[in-house]
């Protein structure tokens, strides 16, 4: 069974840009999750969606936005970019289970502001 | 304030050697997971652990749930090289996964 894929893997932009990363999760799996990671901060959830619908959103400004499509694939965009924003973006599939909650990683899109 | 608390957050050691990971938090969690981070890579699920007292073992890894639910520990016996990596520990709060701040474990064969 073929993993997450996240593209594009690495992308340089530049202040007030936006930019649009995609997330094609497993076969099967309906639920997606992005996250954030940074050195500073760790790993933080940016939002989730379940079939086609946000079902979680964590502490990010409205500038950080995502969606999903109805073959759960998805995709998260960030407008007006801030030299912050640089970071590896994570995307995450998993199964709808309410106790084992596991999630299956990509291998990121690392983003750089200048 | 982290909901869950990571120690060490740093740990480098000699190939061979034993460690132990912990992670703790004030909160009750349904199920607490631990993943490993190779650089430029995404986290891999290496365990969930949903029992209270449960202990859990992959090869040289094992894996403890806290009596509470709300600790976790991570021990490694005869650490080697292949070990190096950011552990995490995560856990399910207000609907969405909590992350600790990572152990960055350093194995020097």
């Known amino acids: 069974k073929a993993g997450v894929t996240q593209t594009p893997r690495y992308l340089i932009k530049t202040r007030g840009q936006q930019v649009t990363l995609s997330c094609s999760p497993i076969?099967?799996?309906?639920?997606v999750s992005w996250y954030q990671q940074t050195p500073g901060q760790g790993l933080q959830f940016l939002f989730e969606?379940?079939?086609?619908?946000?079902?979680n959103k964590g502490n990010f400004p409205g500038r950080f936005s995502g969606r999903q499509f109805s073959n759960s694939r998805s995709e998260m965009n960030v407008s007006t970019l801030e030299l912050g924003d640089s970071a590896l973006y994570l995307c995450?599939?998993?199964?709808?289970?309410?106790?084992?909650?596991?999630?299956?990683f990509g291998p990121g899109t690392r983003l750089t502001v200048t | 304030t982290q909901l869950l608390e990571q120690s060490p957050q740093f740990l480098s050691i000699q190939e061979g050697e034993n460690l132990t990971v912990y992670c703790n938090s004030s909160s009750v969690f349904s199920s607490l997971q631990w993943y490993r981070q190779e650089p430029g890579e995404g986290p891999v699920l290496l365990v969930t652990?949903?029992?209270?007292?449960e202990v859990k073992k992959l090869k040289r890894l094992t894996f403890q749930f806290g009596d509470a639910r709300k600790d976790s520990s991570l021990h490694i016996t005869a650490a080697q090289p292949g070990d190096t990596g950011l552990y995490l520990c995560?856990?399910?709060?207000?609907?969405?996964?909590?992350f600790g701040q990572g152990t960055e474990l350093s194995v020097k064969p």
């Open positions: 969606y379940f079939s086609e619908t946000q079902r």
């Open positions: 995560a856990g399910k709060q207000g609907g969405k996964l909590i």
């Open positions: 076969s099967g799996h309906r639920s």
């Open positions: 652990v949903v029992t209270g007292g």
């Open positions: 995450a599939s998993s199964l709808w289970d309410r106790v084992y909650y596991e999630q299956y």
